[in-house]
C-alpha cells in the first residue's frame, strides 16, 4: 500500500467504526459455536463433496450426517479462503435438537460478497415447504480485509454478518414463520458466518431495520399526543 492512499484507509475506517461498533455490540447477543468434535470420517465425508462440487451445483452425501459435521467440514473448507466469499447450504431435517443433511450446495462468490444462485433459492423453498420439520444451514465466509485487521488490534473481532447478510437473513426467517403459523410445519432456516477462523451463528435483523422500528414507535408515540 503507498503512503497516499494511508488518508484514504483512515478517511473510511473513521467513516466505518461507528457501524462496526454496533454490529459488534449486536452480535454479542448471538452465540459463538464452540469447536465441535465429530468422527473424522463423517466431517471428511461431507468435506470431500464439497470440495467435488463445482460453483453453482449441488452434491448428495453417501450418508445422511449430522449438523455438526456438516459445519466442522464447513469452517475446514471456508477457514483458508482469502480472496473470495462461499457460500454452503446445507439440506436435511430436524428432530429436536439433531438435525441430519443428506445434500449441500456450493456458491462462489466476490471478493465482498456471495449469494444463493436462483436454483439455490428455489431448493432453499421447496425444501422447507415440502420437507416435515426442515431444515436448511447457510454458511458462508469473509475473507481477510485490512480493515478488519486495523478493528481486530484496537477492539478485538468477532465474525459480523454484514447489513444484506442480516436483512436476507430476516426476511427468510420470517417467511418460515409465516408458513409456520399456516401449515404447522416447523421447517427453519439457520445462518452461520466463518470469519477470523471462527464460526458464529446469527438471527438478529440488522442495525438498519433496528433503527427504522425504533423510527416507527417515536413516530407512532408523537401521533398519539
Known sequence: MT?????????????????????????EFEPIVQPVVVRPTNATDVLAAIECASPDSFAKLAAP???NAFL???????????????????FGHHRGNQTKVDVLWRGVGSG?????????RHAM?????????GEVLLVHNHPPHLIKDLFKEWFGWR??????DRDYAARKNLEA???????????RFR????????LAEYFLPSIEQWAALLRSMRAASEGRR
Open 159 to 164: 465474525p459480523l454478518p454484514s447489513s444484506d
Open 72 to 90: 466442522h467440514a464447513a469452517v475446514t473448507h471456508l477457514s483458508p479462503i482469502e480472496t473470495h466469499e462461499e457460500l454452503l447450504i446445507g
Open 125 to 133: 423453498d421447496q425444501h422447507v415447504s415440502v420437507v416435515k420439520d
Open 191 to 198: 445462518w452461520f458466518l466463518v470469519d477470523d477462523g471462527q
Open 3 to 27: 503512503a497516499s492512499s494511508w488518508p484514504d484507509l483512515l478517511e473510511y475506517a473513521k467513516q466505518a467504526l461507528p457501524k462496526v461498533l454496533l454490529n459488534r455490540v449486536l452480535a
Open 112 to 120: 465482498r460478497s456471495v449469494a444463493p444462485s436462483p436454483q439455490a
Open 177 to 187: 414463520f409465516q408458513r409456520f403459523l399456516l401449515t404447522q410445519n416447523r421447517s
Open 65 to 67: 450426517r449430522s449438523r
